[in-house]
């Protein structure tokens, strides 16, 4: 199955990305929670982090500056390297 997805940064053309497996267990990966600084977001993940590490999961949180704006070079090159798996807050 193909799925298109629009980038919302003004692109000319839409780019074609393959999905990414995703694992049959969360055990033994380290889970990144974005915060892309929308407001509440945060709860969101305060919440999600608790449940996590009550199953024993590492947890790494991150933020972005801004909402307005995709994610910094050098923090998306932080998450890809440090984690597994990334969930983002999208909340208002």
């Known amino acids: 199955m193909s799925t298109v997805v629009l980038d919302p940064t003004n692109e000319a053309a ?3 990305r393959e ?3 995703r694992p049959d267990s969360l055990d ?3 889970v990144g929670l974005l ?3 929308k407001p509440r977001g945060d709860r969101f993940l305060n919440r999600l982090e608790e449940r996590l590490t009550e199953r024993g999961l590492r947890v790494e949180r ?3 500056p801004t909402f307005t704006k ?3 070079v050098d923090l998306r ?3 890809a390297t440090k984690c597994d798996v990334v ?3 999208l909340a208002d």
């Open 14 to 16: 839409p780019a074609h």
């Open 19 to 21: 999905r990414v497996t």
């Open 28 to 30: 033994g990966l380290t």
């Open 35 to 37: 915060d892309i600084s």
């Open 62 to 64: 991150y933020s972005k």
């Open 70 to 72: 995709p994610a910094p």
């Open 77 to 79: 090159h932080e998450i």
């Open 87 to 89: 969930i983002e807050a």
